[in-house]
């Protein structure tokens, strides 16, 4: 089974501070993907990356960055955080464009930005 | 750009059967998935659908038509753990298995 593991299951953190979130994948997928779920609104694309080092931004990207140093890890960083990035945070990864295989989540980070 | 509808919410009768639709406007169409998301946990992948027609699962069946932009997901003989969110999504052929996500539809399985 695809194991995708987020290191934080709840985080709490200050207006300001630059915040990490980690993801791990354990199935050398190509793909890996950042979003985040709001009530009412979704999952939204916040960025993915399809190779080591290479990153792509999605519908969301102010306010984020991400890092792809290793194919199995994908880090988001929020920069500066501030109360709006309050969110359920997940992480996704999956084959490359062209399978029918599905992404697979990793269980979220939820964050408050206090 | 992309458009995903679905309920917000739906109610059903243990051992029903419920219907879930999803409507989609989207440029360049590769597939549809379902996921079903349990309230704190991850998404978890139900059915893929590239093709129109019936793809059947045990007890999830998801329907796909292309040229009406609407797909169904259909859960037989439903249990108490049913309940759950469930999400239909869009893949676009644009960026890298770009999915693009429903607001979801909240199911409840009632005695």
């Known amino acids: 089974d695809v194991k995708v593991t987020q290191s934080s299951r709840y985080l709490v953190k200050r207006t300001g501070e630059k915040v990490f979130l980690e993801c791990v994948q354990d199935m050398d997928h190509e793909n890996m993907f950042w979003y985040r779920q709001d009530p009412g609104l979704g999952l939204r694309l916040i960025y993915f990356s399809y190779d080591v080092k290479m990153k792509e931004k999605g519908d969301i990207p102010e306010g984020y960055s991400v890092s792809r140093e290793k194919k199995e890890r994908f880090s988001l960083i929020l920069e500066s955080a501030s109360t709006n990035q309050t969110s359920m945070y997940l992480c996704a990864s999956s084959l490359p464009l062209y399978s029918n295989q599905p992404q697979h989540f990793g269980d979220g980070t939820r964050l408050s930005i206090l | 750009g992309q458009n995903i509808d679905q309920p917000t919410e739906m109610t059903a009768t243990e051992g029903a059967i419920v219907q879930i639709n999803c409507t989609y406007q989207?440029?360049?169409?590769?597939?549809l998935f379902w996921y079903q998301q349990h309230a704190g946990e991850a998404p978890t992948f139900l059915s893929y659908?590239?093709?129109?027609g019936l793809e059947e699962k045990g007890r999830f069946s998801s329907f796909l038509s292309r040229s009406k932009g609407y797909s169904y997901l259909l859960l037989k003989e439903l249990q108490m753990k049913d309940s759950a969110s469930y999400l239909c999504?869009?893949?676009?052929?644009?960026?890298?298995?770009?999915?693009?996500f429903g607001t979801g539809t909240r199911l409840t399985v009632i005695p």
């Open positions: 989207t440029s360049g169409f590769n597939g």
């Open positions: 999504a869009v893949r676009s052929q644009t960026g890298a298995n770009n999915l693009f």
């Open positions: 659908n590239v093709l129109d």
